[in-house]
């Protein structure tokens, strides 16, 4: 089974860290770019940040470019997602997603999702 | 940067046809993706590339894509079909990727 597991959110102070870690299995890790995409509670989907299967291409939504760094590992099947200088506007539910080609394909399929909260 | 606009609701009775739009600047010479979100599920892919149907999407959703306006269609509507649906384009100028801002689907 394609799984996709997130984890490392919390609850953080504003101007803070954070490193979000997404684990993939059921599937050939490095066939695959790979995404970050946010919700905030009841609102909508925001793509923040994507790479390529081999991470020599990424690229970053306007909202979090130059505090936030996309990286992953394909010998742990491990995607990552640096965050500083956090705000609160950056309090969302942050889900991995898969992509065959990126960035312009389709994402299948979605980790439930990690909640990171920015608050003081 | 590009934007995606979708109505925030749409309402249809069981049965009939609901058509969610997704409307955005020449966007018939973009590939649209579109996604099917439940309450507290995470979302799930429904048309890919305007109007390819992954497995295990029922073939009551369809999609198309022209002008400046793609559009998801649902035939036969079912009360299991009441979601929040997102479409999904990769603007090449900004190299980004870009959501619409979602559409509620209530099944009256």
């Known amino acids: 089974e394609v799984q996709l597991v997130e984890s490392g959110g919390g609850v953080v102070r504003p101007g803070g860290s954070l490193r979000l870690s997404c684990t993939a299995s059921?599937?050939?890790?490095?066939?695959?770019?790979m995404n970050w995409v946010r919700q905030a509670p009841g609102r909508g989907l925001e793509w923040v940040s994507g790479?390529?299967?081999?991470?020599?291409?990424?690229g970053y939504a306007d909202s979090v470019k130059g505090r936030f760094t996309i990286s992953r590992d394909n010998a742990k099947n491990s995607l990552y997602l640096q965050m500083n200088s956090l705000r609160a506007e950056d309090t969302a539910f942050y889900h991995c997603?898969?992509?065959?080609?990126?960035?312009?394909?389709?994402?299948?399929?979605w980790g439930q999702g990690t909640l990171v909260t920015v608050s003081s | 940067s590009y934007v995606l606009t979708q109505p925030p609701s749409v309402s249809v009775a069981p049965g009939k046809t609901a058509r969610i739009t997704c409307g955005g600047n020449?966007?018939?010479?973009?590939?649209v993706h579109w996604y099917q979100q439940m309450p507290g599920q995470a979302p799930v892919v429904a048309i890919y590339?305007?109007?390819d149907r992954p497995s295990g999407i029922p073939e009551r959703f369809s999609g198309s894509n022209s002008g400046n306006t793609a559009t998801l269609t649902i035939s036969r509507v079912e009360a299991g079909d009441e979601a929040d649906y997102y479409c999904?384009?990769?603007?090449?100028?900004?190299?980004?990727?870009?959501f619409g801002g979602g559409t509620k689907l209530t099944v009256l």
């Open positions: 997603a898969r992509a065959l080609t990126w960035p312009q394909g389709w994402f299948d399929p």
């Open positions: 059921g599937f050939i890790f490095d066939d695959y770019g």
């Open positions: 790479i390529t299967w081999d991470g020599s291409s990424t």
């Open positions: 020449n966007i018939g010479s973009k590939s």
């Open positions: 590339y305007d109007r």
């Open positions: 999904q384009v990769w603007d090449s100028s900004s190299d980004h990727v870009v």
